[in-house]
């Protein structure tokens, strides 16, 4: 699915006389890569933050989990660093896909549901970024198997994947108190003996090692979220800048692409209600209510809500289990439509809109 991706970015980058290159390691790639090229103290001076600024612990407003792993790939003869991140995205990819179908064909009920869950999130709108220089691969993969993980009652595997997605990106908080929901849930209920405390101690501790050291840098203990605020907007307000948005963009005349991030919102929303209704395992509705809220309780950029939605993968399962219920041939057609729709709107969004990523 990432590759017909791929394929149509080359076609809208050519069209639009860029570079696939470019494009993949675009805006925040373009920090991943400098830190794991240079380290934080070495990122290019000429990088700036949303407002165009830059100071000295700007870069320390991307987590270290990514860069580390291009690192790893990086030592390989011939990998250049944009190669290295791209090369970890794709892997991450594979294990995400794995665990979609696995975590699929549990809740489904079918192989047929789980692997038309992959086709549904490697086909999500804005999707492209698990084929780009972006960490949202790692996380979301991270994120597969710590819920997997909580579903099958392997506390250590979800310990360990949720402690790892905490040096990836902040929307580990979500999971971090999913699984010390479930884990507390399963030592009230006197299960899995002691167990559910190792996933409990594991959970916080790669986000609370990273936001730590960002205060000791910055000399405050909420330093990493001050960062965020001054450099990108990015704070927690309930909601209150996304609704102006949305209301102002169903009232207004604004661009298409504007639009349709609404609607992706509304939809995401419709979904939550849906997985809610089909009573599917509370630990996924739960990270997948928490990533939404997050996202959307955030005054950051608009056009990057879709974006930050990815993460939210058990909205898909619904889908996935009715179009499993379906002929062949219409599950099929759906698919395709879904898989050419998104792959044009992530390379859309890269190649044409300026601000969509």
Not at 195 to 215: E, F, K, N, R, S
Request: charged share 10%; net charge positive.
């Amino acid at each position: 699915m990432r590759l017909v991706g791929l394929l149509v970015l080359t076609w809208l980058s050519t069209a639009n006389d860029q570079t696939v290159v470019e494009n993949l390691r675009a805006w925040d790639g373009q920090w991943y890569t400098e830190i794991a090229a240079h380290g934080y103290g070495g990122v290019d001076p000429s990088m700036v933050d949303g407002f165009g600024n830059r100071y000295p612990e700007t870069p320390l407003a991307f987590f270290p989990g990514y860069p580390l792993l291009i690192m790893a790939v990086q030592i390989l003869p011939g990998i250049t660093t944009t190669g290295a991140a791209v090369i970890v995205s794709l892997i991450c990819g594979v294990f995400a896909a794995y665990g979609l179908a696995r975590l699929g064909e549990r809740i489904g009920g079918s192989r047929t549901a789980g692997l038309l869950l992959v086709v549904l999130f490697a086909a999500a709108p804005m999707s492209v970024v698990l084929s780009m220089a972006y960490s949202e691969a790692l996380f979301c993969a991270l994120s597969i198997w710590a819920l997997i993980g909580v579903v099958e009652r392997n506390w250590t595997l979800a310990g360990l994947c949720c402690a790892a997605a905490g040096l990836v990106r902040p929307t580990a908080a979500a999971l971090i108190g999913v699984v010390g929901l479930a884990a507390i849930v399963a030592i009230v209920q006197r299960r899995d003996a002691w167990w559910p405390w190792l996933a409990i101690l594991l959970a916080p501790t790669g986000m609370l090692l990273y936001v730590g050291w960002v205060g000791l840098q910055t000399g405050a203990l909420n330093g990493y979220f001050e960062l965020q605020q001054r450099g990108w907007s990015s704070a927690f307000d309930g909601g209150a800048s996304t609704g102006k948005f949305v209301l102002e963009t169903l009232t207004q005349q604004r661009s298409v692409f504007e639009t349709f991030t609404v609607w992706v919102v509304l939809a995401a929303l419709v979904l939550l209600v849906v997985c809610v209704r089909q009573r599917m395992p509370w630990p996924l509705v739960l990270f997948a209510a928490a990533v939404v809220a997050l996202d959307l309780g955030s005054d950051g950029l608009m056009y990057s809500k879709v974006r930050l939605m990815l993460p939210a993968f058990p909205l898909l399962i619904p889908v996935a289990i009715g179009l499993a219920k379906r002929r062949r041939p219409t599950a099929a057609t759906t698919a395709v439509l879904l898989v050419f729709f998104g792959s044009w709107l992530g390379a859309y969004s890269l190649t044409a809109w300026q601000y969509a990523i």
